[in-house]
């Protein structure tokens, strides 16, 4: 499964000038881990970051402008860093396997005059067929929707490739969003495909308590109020998954003994869970939230094909602190399976940090200036000398260790 190695992030809003990882441009880096956390205090970019990746996927789905839109973003402006003129600015830097060349992926946004956003640059990069080093050569190179693109798996005549020149009617629409469905550019459609498959969890307890029609759905909305189709998905097709998840949540959580569901005459689904002691079932209006959204995780996290990316914010919310230990060494056993999700995490919560590494561990801190800045634990000799000592990484930042307080 493709793996993000690094990113770059400019000008969106307090993300000024942000690398993770390793990227074309930041060559020194360390590539990103399976599982990531990134901490700080409140305010300090972890929620923008997170909507950065959700970002990139909308300007794929719906073009830049609807993207700056979206979900009470503000429009392009708002999304600007303040008092910066130069365009938002991403990098990504990927392999589709651990044997294949990375891909650099570039995109630039801009105003045009009338302050409409639109695409000012996109360009793709990657080292020539054969080539163990030296830099890599543009396969998509446009400004302002025009350019060209190099077709199959070359950016060399000699090895086959093909030259074509591309003039795209929209500038506010992405180069990857037309090419990516073309049978004749297959590592630009590979690419929209892993972009696409990206999931971002914003599971709301309240929606999942819902009753949807019945029907089953392979795969649960980031809102989760289709758990419960996802739940007969689950429980049809991959019966062995499903009676490991409940096993899991019976042993955090005290009492469920089994978690089903219920057509009701309308057609609508009913969750129902039975409780040890009690003869008749309860249904997910009466659950809490914490059941819910501890359950909905172990099943993401059980998916039979799942997501590329999953991103989650503050995951700890409603849960009860013994419960998030176990939670994070569960989602990194996930992310470093075969197959496995890279996984990107937010977080304030410490005793999800004990069960982390140093390398997994990114701090986010705000200066006076108002923007961001990023570091990883593993980068401080001393942090890490402590945790080889057998202090958990969450109580080194619980006593500040780790920076990333308020300026």
Partial sequence: MARIEGVTIQNYRALKNVTLGKTFEHQDGTPLPSMMAVIGPNGCGKSTLLDAFGFLRDCLADGVEEACERDMRGGFERLRTKGVT???????????KDDERPISYTLWIEADKNGRPIVAEERFRQRRLGAVRGGPYSF???????GFA?????????EGGEKIAVNLDDPRKLAITSLGNLTEHPR??????????????????????????????????TRGDNLANYVQFLQKDHGKRFAAVLKEVGKKIPGIEKISFKKAEDGRLL?????????????????SDGTLKYFAYMLLL???????????????????????????????????AAGGPQILVTTHA?????ALKPEEVFVL??????????????????????????????????????????P
């Fill in 140 to 146: 998509v190179d446009l400004k302002k929707g025009k």
């Fill in 365 to 406: 801190s705000k200066g006076k200036d108002g923007t961001s800045s990023v570091k990883c634990a593993a980068d401080d000799n001393a942090v890490v000398g402590m945790v080889e000592d057998g202090i958990p990484l969450g109580s080194l930042w619980y006593s500040n260790h780790l920076g990333g307080g308020n």
């Fill in 271 to 287: 969750l129902q869970f039975n409780d040890r002691g009690y003869a008749d079932p309860f249904y997910a209006p009466s659950m």
């Fill in 350 to 354: 410490n005793y999800f940090v004990d």
């Fill in 150 to 158: 190099w077709a199959g798996e070359s950016t060399d005549a000699e």
């Fill in 188 to 221: 630009i459609v590979r690419f929209r495909e892993f972009l696409e498959g990206w999931y971002l969890s914003y599971f709301v307890p309240d929606l999942a308590r819902g009753m949807p029609m019945s029907g089953a759905q392979r795969k649960m909305n």
């Fill in 86 to 96: 130069e365009p938002i600015k991403f990098e990504l830097y990927y392999r589709e």
């Fill in 302 to 336: 059980e998916d039979p094909q799942p997501a590329p990316l999953i991103g989650i914010e503050e995951p700890e919310n409603g849960l009860h602190h013994q419960i998030l230990g176990p939670l994070a060494t569960e989602m990194r056993a996930r992310a470093n």
